[in-house]
T-cell receptor
Framework: AQSVAQPEDQVNVAEGNPLTVKCTYS??????LFWYVQYPNRGLQFLLK??????LVKGSYGFEAEFNKSQTSFHLKKPSALVSDSALYFC??????????????FGKGTHLIIQP | NAGVTQTPKFRILKIGQSMTLQCTQD?????MYWYRQDPGMGLKLIYY???????DKGEVPNGYNVSRSTTEDFPLRLELAAPSQTSVYFC?????????????FGSGTRLTVV
């Protein structure tokens, strides 16, 4: 079985400071990892993914994430936060050894609040 | 290009009523999914489909049914609404089988059962 943990319900960061949203995962095979963002009353939007290759992946809106196999983590980062980054962020995982048809497993989400 | 379209956006149902949540995509994606989102619980997979005529249960299928008669449409049916089905429902689609293509999500249907 696959699972995702987002240990923080909420992260508060001052505008201009770096931000990190944490994610750890558990899969039996190789992980396919994703970050999505959800703005109020909207669907989820894709930010970035890790499938294979370089452990540091870059995505939309200046976000990046670092895959750490030994710590089974995939933390989302941004060097300088903007107020407009305030949203709900979801980490998701899929076991790459499976067929992939039965969907991603999502974490509970982390509210990111950027204070002016 | 509309992407994934869900209707209605909001709905209030009485206990025991039935309804169909509509989902349509215009990207010719074979894979489609229904999730429900509950506060603090993330997204849970209800049903998914790998192509027209093929559907399968996800993590929380009880109380729901789906059909996939065309590539474009993947409606979700609630037969006897219960308060536990109060949630936000998201439809998503993907072009690839191994999820490395990511999903395109609809904007959601907020359902309240009273």
């Amino acid at each position: 079985a696959q699972s995702v943990a987002q240990p923080e319900d909420q992260v508060n960061v001052a505008e201009g400071n770096p931000l990190t949203v944490k994610c750890t995962y558990s899969v039996s095979g190789n992980p396919y990892l994703f970050w999505y963002v959800q703005y109020p009353n909207r669907g989820l939007q894709f930010l970035l993914k890790y499938i294979t290759g370089d452990n540091l992946v870059k995505g939309s809106y200046g976000f990046e994430a670092e895959f750490n196999k030994s710590q089974t983590s995939f933390h989302l980062k941004k060097p300088s936060a903007l107020v407009s980054d305030s949203a709900l962020y979801f980490c998701a995982v899929r076991d790459g050894s499976g067929g992939g048809a039965d969907g991603l497993t999502f974490g509970k989400g982390t509210h990111l609040i950027i204070q002016p | 290009n509309a992407g994934v379209t869900q209707t209605p956006k909001f709905r209030i149902l009485k206990i025991g009523q039935s309804m169909t949540l509509q989902c349509t995509q215009d990207m010719n994606h074979n894979y489609m999914y229904w999730y429900r989102q509950d506060p603090g619980m993330g997204l849970k997979l209800i049903y998914y489909s790998v192509g027209a005529g093929i559907t399968d249960k996800g993590e929380v299928p009880n109380g729901y049914n789906v059909s996939r008669s065309t590539t474009e449409d993947f409606p979700l049916r609630l037969e006897l609404a219960a308060p536990s089905q109060t949630s936000v429902y998201f439809c998503a689609s993907s072009s690839g089988a191994i999820a490395n293509y990511g999903y395109t999500f609809g904007s959601g249907t907020r359902l309240t059962v009273v």
